[in-house]
T-cell receptor, first 114, second 111 residues
Framework: GAGVSQTPSNKVTEKGKYVELRCDPI?????LYWYRQSLGQGPEFLIY????????DSGLPNDRFFAVRPEGSVSTLKIQRTERGDSAVYLC????????????FGPGTRLTVL | SQQGEEDPQALSIQEGENATMNCSYK?????LQWYRQNSGRGLVHLIL?????REKHSGRLRVTLDTSKKSSSLLITASRAADTASYFC???????????FGTGTRLTIIP
């Protein structure tokens, strides 16, 4: 079946603009995760959904970052007033939602803030 | 912040040789997973090892886990050019499903 998909694959924006990044999880996966990866680093956790609710949002760096998953499937990561430091690859993953289940990653969205 | 470390940070070997990468962490874990990443984009899941397991195999991959030393290793046997990639370990703690990644090992296989 289809894997995790993310759109757009690349996004270039100007400092101060608003961006939305979309994630389509694997069908039937109840858990969805967002991570951010800066160049030369491992991914860092942002937020995780179990169904429609955010089970853990402790990784969101500040209140400019927000994520939703209104129907328990597709999720959107929203970044307001973007800053150059937000430039990174934003990765989405999904799992079946049981403790310890494997997380399957999408190809990521490369965000560049000029 | 990342709470795992891989070593070495970079490794270059001849095709056909074995590659070993190590991962250390600081707190107790529920499970530990190894991922491969090509060209800084999507991560491919390789192996998951649970805290009560000591060794797992998958094809040319062998993962060990030593919870007393808080370390894991990934062995790739008979390496191929296509194994060139970055390799990350990532752990979960009990009661929390977020993955905490290490810093990664950049593996280069020389044809």
């Amino acid at each position: 079946g289809a894997g995790v998909s993310q759109t757009p694959s690349n996004k270039v924006t100007e400092k101060g603009k608003y961006v939305e990044l979309r994630c389509d999880p694997i069908s039937g996966h109840t858990a969805l995760y967002w991570y951010r990866q800066s160049l030369g680093q491992g991914p860092e956790f942002l937020i995780y959904f179990q169904g429609t609710g955010a089970a853990d949002d402790s990784g969101l760096p500040n209140d400019r970052f927000f994520a939703v998953r209104p129907e328990g499937s597709v999720s959107t990561l929203k970044i307001q007033r973007t800053e150059r430091g937000d430039s990174a690859v934003y990765l989405c993953a999904s799992s079946l939602g049981q403790p310890g289940d494997t997380q399957y990653f999408g190809p990521g969205t490369r965000l560049t803030v000029l | 912040s990342q709470q795992g470390e891989e070593d070495p940070q970079a490794l270059s070997i001849q095709e056909g040789e074995n590659a070993t990468m190590n991962c250390s962490y600081k707190t107790s874990i529920n499970n530990l997973q190894w991922y491969r990443q090509n060209s800084g984009r999507g991560l491919v899941h390789l192996i998951l090892i649970r805290s009560n397991e000591r060794e797992k195999h998958s094809g040319r991959l062998r993962v060990t886990l030593d919870t007393s030393k808080k370390s894991s290793s990934l062995l790739i046997t008979a390496s191929r050019a296509a194994d060139t990639a970055s390799y990350f370990c990532a752990r979960t703690n009990f009661g929390n499903e977020k993955l905490t990644f290490g810093t990664g090992t950049r593996l280069t296989i020389i044809p």
